[in-house]
């Protein structure tokens, strides 16, 4: 297991018991209690932050009383709601973008804890702007990405350098595999 | 393999605290009296698990009834989120203290829609048919507002709110919020019984749509008309500042709905039940004869009209509520009253 793995198992495990603890209290109490509420809310959500739960739809579907977000980011290479790469293979991540709205994109590759960046780009539309509703992309992976886990983060606005990295909306797990000689 | 269903709607309870006119909720309907209400934590957790281990979805928007009414909302949500299904919510935004949306939005849910009907509380609170509904709603815009959770606002266009929608969109634009959601009255549930109150015609639906797609367009508001509306009745090239949309003649590109029991509709407006997912596979009934009818049946009325492949023939869920066949053209086409 890599560094990168392992910062992010550790703490998730320790809040996962602490959740299942809190859930078998609420459980207890018939699901009344709203001390014991308030805490699984609040555990479950660290917990979320972890585990990046996607928080965008993966796919544009119009529906009569329901709205699809907008800047709504899905991709092509989603399995299980992860990205797995090998980069001897593959190093390009395709998908689109869904009712855009905003001019500008970036996308950040970060360990899991979001504290480390080793990409940072600026996300091109396949047919060179940015003017239509959905618009697809292309992301070319960067040579020197280890063998790990990794944060994939997009912004609807523009990312710096030296801003400090956190959990984008939306972000997904990417697992990299790079057994270059 | 699991069945792919990107995206469900999920009926998490009946119960609500509004009266609203225009509600198209089947179970609403006047024939509807010996149904029974449903609000479950454990019967909805129970859908939710057996509904991710047949289906492959990717997002769940939770409707009702009022859904911050529904037992143990939060958990529902969080469990949902733990599953890794985006989320988002259709609310009625009297119900939820402000520490439920910040706890929504810590959650990830990225979507919440609240109706906003009017600039005053007279014209909402008439709709909702409970007073002072329309101060709660905008306490709650107040508080989602600063969140991270998008906003969007509803507005039904109905007889009773139609000729003021500038001022409302102006009013929704003050409060901060930029997307903007217009459905035009729809009729089903009890809206059946209000519809004389509510129907507007053809001139009337026409004139709310120029009058909004103007005052979007000068406010920079995002509009969209979501509800289907037939193209005979208007014409979205008129309205270049409302983005217009219709259902898909593809089935999992529905918007496909399951209630608590495991009854999964065609959408949350059409009444007909395909099966239930503890009892049926979503293939046979997704691919029943009965689902089939949906996209192969062409309404007399319109199979003749050049537009059927984009019109899909309106809202036929507004057929079904009004105990009409599925080959009979959205109600609104042949509304006419003066
Ligand atoms: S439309 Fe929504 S808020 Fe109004 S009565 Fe129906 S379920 Fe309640
Ligand atoms: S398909 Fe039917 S409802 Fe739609 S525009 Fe044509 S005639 Fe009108």
């Given at each position: 297991?890599?560094k990168?793995?392992?910062?992010?198992?550790?703490?998730?495990?320790?809040f996962?018991?602490?959740?299942?603890?809190?859930s078998?209290?609420?459980?207890?109490?018939?699901?009344?209690?709203?001390?014991?509420?308030?805490?699984?809310m609040?555990?479950?959500?660290?917990?979320?932050?972890?585990?990046?739960?996607?928080?965008?739809?993966?796919?544009?579907?119009?529906?009569c009383?329901d709205?699809?977000?907008?800047?709504d980011?899905?991709?092509?290479?989603?399995?299980?709601?992860?990205?797995?790469?090998?980069?001897q293979?593959?190093?390009?991540?395709?998908?689109?973008?869904?009712?855009?709205?905003?001019?500008?994109?970036?996308?950040?590759?970060t360990?899991?804890?979001?504290?480390?960046?080793?990409?940072?780009?600026?996300?091109?539309?396949?047919?060179?702007?940015?003017d239509?509703?959905?618009?697809?992309?292309?992301?070319?992976?960067?040579?020197?990405?280890?063998?790990?886990?990794?944060?994939?983060?997009?912004?609807?606005?523009k990312?710096l350098?030296?801003?400090?990295?956190y959990?984008s909306?939306?972000?997904?797990?990417?697992?990299v595999?790079?057994?270059r000689? | 393999?699991?069945?792919?269903?990107?995206?469900?709607?999920?009926?998490?309870?009946?119960?609500?605290?509004?009266?609203?006119?225009?509600?198209?909720?089947?179970?609403?309907?006047?024939?509807?009296?010996?149904?029974?209400?449903?609000n479950?934590?454990?019967?909805?957790?129970?859908?939710?698990?057996?509904?991710?281990?047949?289906?492959?979805?990717?997002?769940?928007?939770?409707?009702?009834?009022?859904?911050?009414?529904?037992?143990?909302?939060?958990?529902?949500?969080?469990?949902?989120?733990?599953?890794?299904?985006?989320?988002?919510?259709?609310?009625?935004?009297?119900?939820?203290k402000?520490?439920?949306?910040?706890?929504?939005?810590?959650?990830?849910?990225?979507?919440?829609?609240?109706?906003?009907?009017?600039?005053?509380?007279?014209?909402?609170?008439?709709?909702?048919?409970?007073?002072?509904?329309?101060?709660?709603?905008?306490?709650?815009?107040?508080?989602?507002?600063?969140?991270?959770?998008?906003?969007?606002?509803?507005?039904?266009?109905?007889?009773?709110?139609?000729?003021?929608?500038?001022?409302?969109?102006?009013?929704?634009?003050?409060q901060?919020i930029?997307?903007?959601?217009l459905?035009?009255?729809?009729?089903?549930?009890?809206?059946?019984?209000?519809?004389?109150?509510?129907?507007?015609?053809?001139?009337?639906?026409?004139l709310?749509?120029?009058k909004?797609?103007?005052?979007?367009?000068?406010?920079?508001?995002?509009?969209?008309?979501?509800?289907?509306?037939?193209?005979c009745?208007?014409?979205?090239?008129?309205?270049p500042?409302?983005?217009?949309?219709?259902?898909?003649?593809?089935?999992?590109?529905?918007?496909?709905?399951?209630?608590?029991?495991g009854?999964?509709r065609?959408?949350?407006?059409?009444?007909?039940?395909?099966g239930?997912?503890f009892?049926?596979?979503?293939?046979?009934?997704?691919?029943?004869?009965?689902a089939?009818?949906?996209?192969?049946?062409?309404p007399?009325?319109?199979?003749?009209?050049?537009?059927y492949?984009?019109?899909?023939?309106?809202?036929?869920?507004?057929?079904?509520?009004l105990?009409?066949?599925?080959?009979?053209?959205?109600?609104?086409?042949?509304?006419?009253?003066?």
């Open positions: 297991m890599n990168t793995e392992f910062s992010f198992t550790l703490p998730f495990v320790a996962a018991l602490a959740f299942a603890a809190v078998f209290m609420l459980y207890l109490s018939g699901g009344k209690s709203s001390y014991w509420l308030k805490k699984k609040k555990i479950g959500a660290i917990m979320l932050t972890m585990s990046a739960a996607s928080v965008g739809y993966q796919g544009c579907i119009t529906t009383y709205m699809p977000a907008q800047n980011i899905s991709i092509d290479n989603l399995a299980n709601y992860e990205i797995r790469v090998n980069l293979e593959n190093k390009y991540i395709t998908g689109t973008i869904y009712e855009r709205i905003s001019t500008e994109f970036y996308f950040r590759i360990d899991t804890a979001y504290t480390k960046t080793f990409q940072l780009e600026q996300l091109k539309a396949d047919d060179g702007a940015m239509e509703s959905s618009e697809k992309f292309t992301i070319m992976l960067s040579d020197s990405l280890e063998s790990g886990i990794y944060m994939l983060n997009f912004y609807d606005y990312v350098a030296e801003d400090s990295a959990a909306y939306p972000s997904f797990r990417l697992i595999e790079n057994n000689p | 393999m699991k069945y792919s269903l990107p995206r469900i709607a999920f009926e998490i309870t009946s119960v609500c605290n509004l009266k609203c006119k225009y509600c198209y909720n089947i179970w609403k309907a006047p024939e509807a009296e010996e149904f029974k209400h449903f479950s934590y454990s019967q909805a957790l129970k859908t939710l698990k057996h509904l991710f281990k047949v289906a492959d979805v990717q997002h769940v928007t939770f409707t009702g009834g009022e859904p911050f009414l529904a037992e143990r909302f939060p958990e529902i949500v969080l469990f949902t989120r733990l599953k890794n299904k985006s989320v988002s919510i259709i609310s009625n935004g009297t119900m939820a402000p520490e439920d949306y910040k706890t929504m939005s810590d959650l990830g849910v990225s979507l919440i829609e609240i109706p906003i009907l009017a600039d005053n509380a007279t014209q909402h609170d008439t709709l909702t048919g409970i007073k002072g509904s329309w101060q709660k709603v905008v306490d709650s815009v107040k508080s989602i507002v600063p969140l991270k959770m998008q906003l969007v606002a509803v507005i039904v266009i109905t007889k009773i709110n139609y000729a003021d929608i500038d001022k409302t969109l102006q009013f929704i634009h003050n901060g930029r997307r903007v959601m459905n035009r009255f729809n009729i089903g549930g009890a809206g059946i019984v209000h519809q004389d109150e509510l129907n507007l015609t053809h001139r009337e639906l026409n709310a749509y120029q909004a797609s103007e005052a979007g367009k000068n406010l920079g508001l995002s509009l969209s008309s979501n509800v289907c509306t037939p193209l009745v208007v014409n979205p090239q008129h309205f500042n409302i983005r217009f949309s219709s259902c898909s003649p593809k089935v999992e590109k529905r918007p496909l709905t399951i209630d608590i029991l009854n999964l065609f959408c949350n407006h059409s009444p007909s039940i395909l239930n997912i009892t049926d596979s979503l293939e046979k009934m997704l691919h029943s004869e009965k089939q009818l949906w996209s192969n049946l062409v007399e009325y319109c199979t003749n009209c050049e537009l492949s984009k019109c899909m023939a309106g809202c036929r869920a507004a057929s079904e509520q105990r009409l066949s599925l080959n009979h053209v959205d109600p609104l086409v042949l509304y006419k009253s003066t």
